[in-house]
């Protein structure tokens, strides 16, 4: 109880604080599509104070002296705006700014907006991606994808280009929650793993925080994935076509009623036919073609008040498929419609966020000699989030509701079913409140959530960073997790299509390690810590080392052998390790080199095993040439070596008899099929695997709005052969993808 009134207390001593003193906010957009423009400068001139705008354009300078100032507005590309207000006491100004994009190629380096951030937040373990930043990575199938992007990301290990899934620092997939625009995404991965569902040029910006995040998150263990789409011009009809040997897209967008309208539209639909045209172009990998593909389809409609505030309806339909003839056909459906504000009161310098969305998750797999399996997943997410600032400081709280139903049905090899069908509820609320002084930011904050019947967990969260010189940094984050859904996916299988969601079962065992099991939540405490050095204008260095104690997992029971057998156990797990980040950038060149070294480990009651997704060591170097005369031209470059996958080898076989008959069972002439004899789980290890992806393409500018590009790439270039698994009784080793050429074109309007 003490502990709650000073909580109180704290709370509202902020909020009075926040409501002091002049200052001036508002939002910056670019002048042609009036699309926000993220992480400009915005400074007083002649002071020494100064933001940088948020992902939404957002930015607030408080503790301002009344009467006139100059807004001096910068960000690379665009023309430097200088902007005359004129403060009252006491006030709080609304500005809304536009900048225009500069017609002189900048061929200086200039600090990026994301250096300037890494002196004004804490920024452990995420990575803020662009749409740009995408780009830059070699286009597979050309089109460049999110999924190629996170593939290079530090800490991230991606286990194959079919159906491969990505392990974010030692977190199974289940571990990570996907937001798109604030609505939760169950699946964003296609079953061939060169793709996502999200259109690139519907991207604002993604963050990607693969540890120690901060209050404001919270549901998962691992990892989160924010994903901001674009609002779409609101002065002019613009768009996109693209096509190439994979698949093809088209994106729209434009003002609903007028130019420099307050409403705007933006949709896309794209689709894959590499299950046609790999019967054409890759014979040589499987005459019957490669069996993939997939349709999605998003849409976005915004509006727009002059003081900001703006308010937004979104919806999606994202479908898989994989038809491995005469074998195995999966299947799955995702969809979902939401709806997001922001608003900008007068009168205060709080800024209110909110969310509602609906979304949806079906997975079906039938087997030619086993009982289908089916996982579904729908419900609802609502948040409300407020921000207050002054001077650097920052005071976010805010509630979110979840309500979903999982509904699973599944029969394994032994005949026994396994049948869940439960509606969940969970209620969180999180405190956060950043401290900058001139060599040190404080982060701290905490969550609170209620599961259902269960226990509430308090989750407290730090983040912190020393700024010791103006070109080094070091930072410490750490934190306690949870999270109600848990996987149909064993993290012992190597590969699985079928991914489904629960929630957390009551039928678990009384005890684990003779400690008393109270729930079945997934439980993690995470510790971060590493620097940042900026050694030149040009190259930037980052190191950070990392545990995560996975103090309760729950995972699928797969030696469940008789009814009585509980469907589910209650493991243990740990992650430790280093990623290192050395990135080299300029105009004509871009280089990018990660290191990742990685210690994943999961105990039973009984054994302790590496998973599958246990790699050692990950190297991906990155990089891009610009070239020609006008700059036009570029290749780009991708290497991958990483260590192998822990595997479970093959003792020998047997004769597996069908005792249905039981004692009147003739064994003598019984023919058995065949059955395997297993090693210790994962005491072997599979070969390196290493692959080259290059590219090239060029850009043609038809007129101010219009450009073509034409691209052609090779993934695999010296096709060498990675092994994916091996079928064990038919004897046969089942490798990745080969070389593969692509080809693609597009026009932009």
């Known amino acids: 109880m003490k502990t709650k009134l000073t909580f109180l207390l704290l709370f509202f001593t902020q909020l009075t604080l926040f409501a002091q003193k002049s200052s001036v906010r508002g939002f910056v957009y670019d002048k042609e599509n009036g699309e926000p423009v993220m992480f400009c400068n915005v400074k007083i001139e002649g002071m020494s104070v100064g933001a940088s705008t948020?992902?939404?354009?957002?930015?607030?300078?408080?503790?301002?002296?009344?009467?006139?100032?100059?807004?001096?507005?910068?960000?690379?590309?665009?023309?430097?705006?200088?902007?005359?207000?004129?403060?009252?006491?006491k006030q709080i100004l609304n500005q809304k700014l536009e900048l225009s994009p500069s017609m002189v190629q900048i061929e200086t380096v200039t600090v990026s907006a994301?250096?300037?951030?890494?002196?004004?937040?804490?920024?452990?373990?995420?990575?803020?991606?662009?749409?740009?930043?995408?780009?830059?990575?070699?286009?597979?199938?050309?089109?460049?994808?999110?999924?190629?992007?996170?593939?290079?990301?530090?800490?991230?290990?991606?286990?194959?280009?079919?159906?491969?899934?990505?392990?974010?620092?030692?977190?199974?997939?289940?571990?990570?929650?996907?937001?798109?625009?604030?609505?939760?995404?169950?699946?964003?991965?296609?079953?061939?793993?060169?793709?996502?569902?999200?259109?690139?040029?519907?991207?604002?910006?993604?963050?990607?925080?693969?540890?120690?995040?901060?209050?404001?998150?919270?549901?998962?263990?691992?990892?989160?994935?924010?994903?901001?789409?674009?609002?779409?011009?609101?002065?002019?009809?613009?768009g996109k076509i693209s096509t190439n040997s994979f698949g093809s897209k088209i994106m729209l967008e434009g003002p609903f009623f007028k130019k420099g309208g307050n409403a705007s539209f933006i949709f896309s639909a794209k689709t894959s036919y590499l299950d046609k045209s790999s019967k054409l172009l890759y014979t040589?990998?499987?005459?019957?073609?490669?069996?993939?593909?997939?349709?999605?389809?998003?849409?976005?409609?915004?509006?727009?008040?002059?003081?900001?505030?703006?308010?937004?309806?979104?919806?999606?339909?994202?479908?898989?498929?994989?038809s491995y003839r005469d074998v195995s056909n999966l299947g799955w459906n995702?969809?979902?419609?939401?709806?997001?504000?922001?608003?900008?009161?007068?009168?205060?310098?709080?800024?209110?966020?909110?969310?509602f969305a609906y979304s949806s998750y079906l997975i079906r797999l039938e087997e030619a000699i086993l009982n289908p399996r089916q996982s579904g997943i729908n419900g609802f997410n609502l948040g409300l989030n407020f921000t207050s600032f002054n001077k650097e400081n920052e005071?976010?709280?805010?509630?979110?509701?979840?309500?979903?139903?999982?509904?699973?049905?599944?029969?394994?090899?032994?005949?026994?079913?396994?049948?869940?069908?439960?509606?969940?509820?969970?209620?969180?609320?999180?405190?956060?409140?950043?401290?900058?002084?001139?060599?040190?930011?404080?982060?701290?904050?905490?969550?609170?959530?209620?599961?259902?019947?269960?226990?509430?967990?308090?989750?407290?969260?730090?983040?912190?960073?020393?700024?010791?010189?103006?070109?080094?940094?070091?930072?410490?984050?750490?934190?306690?997790?949870?999270?109600?859904?848990?996987?149909?996916?064993?993290?012992?299988?190597?590969?699985?299509l079928f991914y489904g969601f629960l929630s957390s079962p009551d039928n678990l065992p009384d005890e684990f390690k003779g400690e008393d099991v109270i729930n079945g939540l997934q439980l993690s405490e995470h510790i971060i810590f590493g620097l940042e050095y900026d050694i030149s204008s040009k190259i930037d260095f980052n190191i950070e080392g990392y545990f995560k104690d996975f103090n309760q997992l729950t995972n699928i029971n797969k030696e469940k052998l008789t009814l009585t057998d509980p469907?589910?156990?209650?493991?243990?797990?740990?992650?430790?390790?280093?990623?290192?980040?050395?990135?080299?950038?300029?105009?004509?060149?871009?280089?990018?080199l990660v290191y990742s070294l990685g210690h994943i480990t999961r105990s039973t009651e009984n054994l302790e095993y590496n998973p599958h997704f246990d790699r050692r060591h990950n190297i991906n170097i990155v990089s891009t040439y610009n070239f020609g005369v006008e700059k036009n031209w570029s290749i780009d470059a991708r290497w991958n070596i990483g260590s192998g996958f822990p595997f479970t080898q093959t003792q020998g076989f047997y004769p597996s008899l069908d005792f249905s008959d039981g004692i009147n069972t003739n064994y003598t002439h019984e023919t058995?099929?065949?059955?395997?004899?297993?090693?210790?789980?994962?005491?072997?290890?599979?070969?390196?695997?290493?692959?080259?992806?290059?590219?090239?393409?060029?850009?043609?500018?038809?007129?101010?709005?219009?450009?073509?590009?034409?691209?052609?790439?090779?993934?695999?270039?010296?096709?060498?052969?990675?092994?994916?698994?091996?079928?064990?009784?038919?004897?046969?080793r089942v490798n990745q993808l080969p070389f593969m050429p692509s080809a693609g074109l597009s026009l932009t309007f």
């Open 284 to 322: 040589y990998i499987d005459t019957a073609g490669l069996p993939y593909s997939y349709t999605d389809l998003y849409g976005k409609i915004s509006v727009k008040s002059s003081n900001g505030s703006k308010w937004s309806m979104f919806g999606y339909n994202y479908r898989d498929k994989v």
């Open 334 to 355: 995702s969809g979902g419609i939401g709806s997001n504000f922001i608003l900008v009161p007068s009168g205060t310098s709080t800024l209110i966020e909110g969310t």
């Open 672 to 732: 058995g099929e065949l059955g395997i004899i297993y090693a210790s789980i994962n005491e072997g290890r599979l070969p390196w695997y290493h692959r080259l992806d290059i590219a090239l393409k060029k850009e043609q500018k038809l007129s101010k709005y219009s450009v073509f590009e034409w691209n052609i790439g090779i993934t695999n270039a010296y096709n060498r052969e990675n092994i994916f698994y091996f079928n064990r009784i038919e004897y046969k």
């Open 395 to 496: 005071l976010q709280y805010g509630l979110e509701i979840l309500g979903y139903q999982t509904d699973f049905d599944f029969t394994n090899a032994t005949g026994l079913k396994t049948e869940q069908k439960e509606n969940s509820t969970e209620l969180s609320g999180f405190l956060r409140y950043k401290i900058k002084s001139e060599k040190l930011i404080v982060d701290p904050g905490v969550r609170i959530y209620k599961y259902n019947s269960l226990n509430a967990t308090f989750e407290p969260r730090l983040g912190v960073k020393f700024i010791a010189t103006n070109n080094l940094r070091f930072k410490l984050a750490t934190g306690k997790y949870s999270q109600n859904l848990v996987s149909t996916n064993s993290d012992q299988d190597v590969v699985n």
């Open 114 to 238: 994301d250096r300037q951030e890494m002196k004004t937040e804490v920024k452990v373990s995420v990575t803020k991606i662009t749409p740009k930043d995408i780009k830059l990575i070699p286009a597979i199938g050309g089109e460049p994808d999110l999924a190629q992007y996170l593939q290079v990301l530090p800490g991230v290990v991606f286990t194959g280009d079919q159906g491969g899934q990505l392990y974010i620092r030692g977190g199974s997939p289940i571990q990570n929650k996907v937001l798109l625009d604030g609505m939760i995404v169950y699946n964003p991965f296609h079953s061939i793993g060169l793709f996502s569902v999200f259109d690139t040029d519907l991207i604002r910006n993604a963050d990607i925080y693969t540890g120690g995040f901060g209050a404001q998150y919270g549901g998962r263990i691992s990892s989160i994935m924010d994903i901001t789409t674009r609002d779409g011009n609101k002065n002019r009809l613009a």
């Open 567 to 592: 469907d589910f156990i209650i493991e243990k797990g740990l992650a430790k390790g280093i990623d290192v980040v050395l990135k080299y950038n300029d105009p004509k060149l871009y280089f990018w």
């Open 54 to 89: 948020d992902v939404n354009g957002f930015f607030n300078i408080t503790d301002l002296p009344a009467g006139k100032h100059i807004l001096l507005i910068t960000y690379i590309g665009y023309d430097s705006l200088r902007q005359e207000i004129n403060l009252i006491d």
